[in-house]
């Protein structure tokens, strides 16, 4: 049973559209990590969101953590080539626990 | 800074054999971890280390075993190897936790396991 889900699996897009990806579970997280991976690497931490409703930005990417810190979702503006990657979302109980990945949402941007 | 560090990067190994994959990491990280990831599965926990001479098991175990003899060392030995144990091995550290603060993972660039 995967405890963090992540939407849509799959997706491709034309390079300048925007776009939203979700990670989702029924559980409550003390903070949540997304990660970008490119093929042949492993994964690289992008932002860790631990605050209910806190919302981050990184360039053309933001991020926000649930009201309830069940879920989490990552918006990219004006995508590029280069955004081209595995996007993971991982998460942690407590400060304490060891972190869990979800499935990860395979992103391909299309010149 | 070379961060974390895998070898080798490709391996194709007989059903039966055995091998260690080797990680290395050089920023004092206490914690370390191995996780193999397959597609459309994620990662999975192996196993970890909070330091040295300390391991655990993870979700995975089954197969594999570890040892953590020094801060920087993390070598995941697997024995009898079989096709199951095809996969991508990542070897990760991360230094004491806060949740205050931007905690994450460095990862390696990752073992590319064929079991035939």
């Keep these: 049973t995967q405890l963090l889900e992540q939407s849509p699996q799959f997706l491709s897009i034309q390079e300048g559209e925007n776009l939203t990806v979700y990670c989702n579970s029924s559980s409550v997280f003390s903070s949540l990590q997304w990660y970008r991976q490119e093929p042949g690497e492993g994964p690289v931490l992008l932002v860790t969101v631990v605050t209910g409703g806190e919302v981050k930005k990184l360039k053309r990417l933001t991020f926000q ?47 | 800074n070379a961060g974390v560090t ?50 655990d098991k993870g979700e995975v175990p089954n197969g594999y075993n570890v040892s953590r003899s020094t801060t920087e060392d993390f070598p995941l030995r697997l024995e009898l190897a079989a096709p199951s144990q095809t996969s ?29």
Excluded: E
């Design chain 1, 65 to 111: 953590f649930g009201d309830a810190r069940k879920d989490s979702s990552l918006h990219i503006t004006a995508a590029q080539p280069g955004d081209t990657g595995l996007y993971l979302c991982a998460g942690a109980k407590t400060s304490y626990d060891k972190v869990i990945f979800g499935p990860g949402t395979s992103l391909s941007v299309i010149p």
């Design chain 2, 6 to 55: 895998q070898t080798p990067k490709f391996r194709i190994l007989k059903i039966g054999q055995s091998m260690t994959l080797q990680c290395t990491q050089d920023m004092n990280h206490n914690y370390m971890y191995w996780y193999r990831q397959d597609p459309g599965m994620g990662l999975k926990l192996i196993y970890y280390s909070v330091g040295a001479g300390i391991t």
């Design chain 2, 88 to 116: 991508v091995y990542f070897c990760a550290s991360s230094s004491l936790r806060d949740r205050r603060t931007n905690y994450g993972y460095t990862f390696g660039s990752g073992t590319r396991l064929t079991v035939v």
